[in-house]
């Protein structure tokens, strides 16, 4: 589902799994933030295999709203490879990616957009109200944090937050 050809200032690349009650709410909250950026955009929703009528939705929307287009990946191959997929088929100066399960809240993305217009090339977010998530869940993922912040010597927080922004270039 093809939107424009020309390049964009920036595109947010969302990929999604069975989240069909998720996408109308979604795709209406980022195009309100993106429409009072004043740059032009694109919305990519990446359909990561879903079981139920994610794609469907996305096409619905697609037909209201031009600057939303969307990828059908043939099978669920994961979020990183559904990631990849719309990052390389973004027109982007800019690119955002999040997760499509409203856990990342679009009102935030000028806020990223504030951090590489200071001069950025990545901005990571991190996912702070993790209490919520079962213990099995956290521990692992803080042990996984201390290691890659150890190995990498980079200050991040959230390793595997999925809300980043970047520049192309």
Do not use: C
Request: no cysteine; glycine share 8%.
């Amino acid at each position: 589902m093809k939107i424009m050809e020309n390049e964009v200032d920036l595109t947010v690349v969302v990929p999604m799994k069975d989240e069909k009650e998720n996408v109308e709410e979604l795709a209406e909250r980022l195009i309100a933030v993106l429409d009072d950026l004043g740059v032009s955009y694109e919305v990519l929703l990446v359909d990561d295999g879903s079981s139920d009528d994610t794609f469907d939705e996305v096409r619905r929307l697609h037909r209201k709203h031009r600057s939303l287009g969307g990828i059908k990946l043939s099978k669920n191959y994961g979020q990183t490879v559904a990631t990849r997929a719309g990052i390389e088929h973004s027109r982007g100066k800019v690119i955002i990616t999040m997760d499509g399960d409203l856990e990342h809240s679009p009102e935030d993305i000028p806020r990223l957009l504030e951090m590489i217009n200071q001069g950025y090339d990545v901005v990571s977010t991190w996912r702070h109200d993790r209490w919520k998530e079962r213990f099995g869940k956290r521990v692992p993922s803080r042990i996984s944090n201390f290691l890659a912040r150890l190995m990498t010597e980079v200050p991040a927080h959230d390793f595997g937050s999925g809300f980043k922004a970047y520049k192309r270039d």
